[in-house]
Every structure is written in C-alpha cells, then in structure tokens.
C-alpha cells in the first residue's frame, strides 16, 4: 500500500498510480516517445554517416547485391540501359552522400523500376548495401598514372579517329560509347583493356545486326534496342531503322566489337598518356 505525502513530489509513486488510473492514456504516451526515439536515431544515423563500413560489412552487402540487386544491374553492377538500371561503378545521379544512397535504397525512385527495399530488410543490412555500392566507385585522388593527361588529350585529338564514332561533352560520333564521363565508369586498367582487346567484353548496346527484309532490301547498324516483336538499329550515317521482326526474312548478330584495337599502334608511354587523359574524363556538374 502506497501512502502519499502531500508535502513531497514523489514522481515515481505518482506515475505509478497514474498507470493504473489512466493505463491508455499511459500507454500511448510511451509508445509515442519509443516512436520518436527511433526518428530521431535514424536522423542521427543518417547525419553521422555509415557505422556498417567494415570489410564485412561491405561483404554482406554484396552478398545481398548478388541475390537481389544483380538482376537489373548485373552482377558486375554496370547496370542496363535497356531496361534503365544505372551503372553503379562511377558517379551515382542520384545520390551524393552516403545518406542520400540510403534513401535511395529504402524508398525507391518514383517513376523508375526502381523499388524500395522489401520493408523487412533491417537497417543495418541496408547500411551494408550502402557500404558495398560506395566501395565500387574509384576515387582518382588515391590512383597515381604515369601517363600524361595533357600528352593524351592531344594524342586523342590528333593522332586518333576516335572522334569520328565516340563523343566528348557533345562532340564527335554516335557509333561508340560516350567517353565525356568514361573516368567514372572504368578503371586504368580496364580503359587499357578496351583500347587494346576491345572484343574481351562487348554490351549488347554495341553490337552490329545485319537486317534483310521481305522485298530484299539489306540493312546493316548497330543494336540500340530488341524485343520479341521489334528490332532497332543505327547505321553508320545515324540513321535510326526500325522493323517489325514478322515481316524481316532474316536477321544476324555479330557480337564482336566494330572498334579496332590499338595493339602495336602506340608506343607504350603513349598508351600510358590516352589512358590517363581517358580516365581524367568525368562529369563536371553537380550531381
């Protein structure tokens, strides 16, 4: 039996009976400060950065990435332009910091194939995904190349027709990938790869389709898209075709890449300056 002193605040005994008096009442009031408890922890959590930064951390992200994100951004995380899923090797657009990938993740991108995480993924799970998408992307400032950016970029220019099918910040070609960001989504070594062995690895946006309609008529261009029911292509003078696949006779693929390789064309202090210059290429606006 609980006596009460009218001369003393006895705060414990009062919040006692107020709990019996008024359990409803009570019980909200706790549940809604547990509630804003854990808005104010996330916010915290969010502001102070990734505390799941550890090499296992970034381990059991992509072990996750593999089971569910590989699907539309490979296993690689290079991600598809055919069905929209970004490369996520380089500069990501939609997220700058650490907190803003966070977001990303646990809420999606409206308007996009981009879903939010299955709500029964814990935070910290989520907070490992983050810390294996931010260990892909090369910081620039931590690789010292021997070549010369500014030997390349007059090399690119002058020695090379690479600006006759690739484009940088709106000049040159449409028949090979856009080099204006090239830095962001290839490594030195991988850049060298290209340059020297481009049919190692070809995307399918590259490939050359080789089209024969009906009335016999031959078409010939690179693979910018394909369903079951259509094809469509553009040719060396970027001229777009599009065809229905029931009324072609024939079509073929050559999965090989229509860039040549530059083994044997350059010195090696020369092959050393193109990477570098190449790998300086990145996207100047603010993301």
Same mark, same amino acid.
């Given at each position: 039996?609980?006596?009460?002193?009218?001369?003393?605040?006895?705060?414990?005994?009062?919040?006692?009976?107020?709990?019996?008096?008024?359990?409803? *009442?009570?019980?909200?009031?706790?549940?809604?400060?547990?509630?804003?408890?854990?808005?104010?922890?996330?916010?915290?959590?969010?502001?102070?950065?990734?505390?799941?930064?550890?090499?296992?951390?970034?381990?059991?992200?992509?072990?996750?990435? #593999?089971?569910?994100?590989?699907?539309?951004?490979?296993?690689?995380?290079?991600? #598809?332009?055919?069905?929209?899923?970004? #490369?996520?090797?380089?500069?990501?657009?939609?997220?700058?910091? /650490?907190?803003?990938?966070?977001?990303?993740?646990?809420?999606?991108?409206?308007?996009?194939?981009?879903?939010?995480?299955? =709500? @029964?993924?814990?935070?910290?799970?989520?907070?490992?995904?983050?810390?294996?998408?931010?260990?892909?992307?090369?910081?620039?400032?931590?690789?010292?190349? =021997?070549?010369?950016? *500014?030997?390349?970029?007059?090399?690119?220019?002058?020695? *090379?027709?690479?600006?006759?099918?690739?484009?940088?910040?709106?000049?040159?070609?449409?028949?090979?990938?856009?080099?204006?960001?090239?830095?962001?989504?290839?490594?030195?070594?991988?850049?060298?790869?290209?340059?020297?062995?481009?049919?190692?690895?070809?995307? =399918?946006?590259?490939?050359?389709?080789?089209?024969?309609?009906? $009335?016999?008529?031959?078409?010939?261009?690179?693979?910018?898209?394909?369903?079951?029911?259509?094809?469509?292509?553009?040719?060396?003078? @970027?001229?777009?075709?599009?065809?229905?696949?029931?009324?072609?006779?024939?079509? $073929?693929? #050559?999965?090989?890449? /229509?860039? =040549?390789?530059?083994?044997?064309?350059? /010195?090696?202090?020369?092959?050393?300056?193109?990477?570098?210059?190449?790998?300086?290429?990145?996207?100047?606006?603010?993301?």
């Amino acid at each position: 039996m609980f006596i009460l002193n009218p001369n003393k605040k006895d705060l414990s005994q009062h919040s006692f009976i107020h709990f019996f008096l008024y359990p409803r *009442t009570t019980f909200y009031s706790l549940y809604f400060g547990l509630y804003l408890s854990q808005l104010t922890l996330g916010a915290f959590a969010a502001d102070a950065g990734n505390l799941y930064n550890t090499i296992f951390d970034v381990r059991a992200g992509e072990k996750y990435f #593999d089971r569910q994100c590989s699907r539309c951004h490979g296993i690689d995380a290079k991600g #598809d332009d055919e069905i929209g899923a970004p #490369d996520l090797t380089g500069r990501l657009r939609r997220a700058n910091t /650490t907190a803003g990938i966070f977001n990303v993740l646990r809420n999606g991108v409206p308007g996009t194939a981009m879903i939010a995480l299955n =709500p @029964e993924v814990p935070d910290s799970l989520a907070w490992q995904l983050v810390a294996y998408i931010e260990s892909l992307a090369s910081d620039p400032a931590n690789i010292n190349l =021997p070549g010369s950016p *500014t030997r390349g970029r007059k090399l690119y220019s002058g020695s *090379t027709d690479c600006a006759g099918c690739h484009m940088i910040e709106g000049l040159g070609g449409r028949n090979g990938p856009d080099l204006t960001s090239i830095g962001e989504r290839l490594r030195p070594e991988q850049i060298n790869s290209a340059l020297l062995r481009p049919n190692e690895k070809v995307t =399918p946006r590259w490939w050359t389709v080789s089209v024969r309609d009906q $009335n016999g008529n031959f078409y010939q261009g690179l693979r910018m898209s394909e369903d079951s029911f259509s094809l469509r292509i553009m040719d060396v003078n @970027e001229e777009l075709y599009s065809f229905s696949k029931d009324r072609l006779k024939e079509w $073929n693929i #050559d999965k090989s890449s /229509t860039m =040549p390789s530059y083994q044997g064309k350059f /010195t090696d202090s020369e092959l050393e300056d193109l990477v570098a210059f190449l790998f300086s290429l990145r996207n100047k606006r603010s993301l």
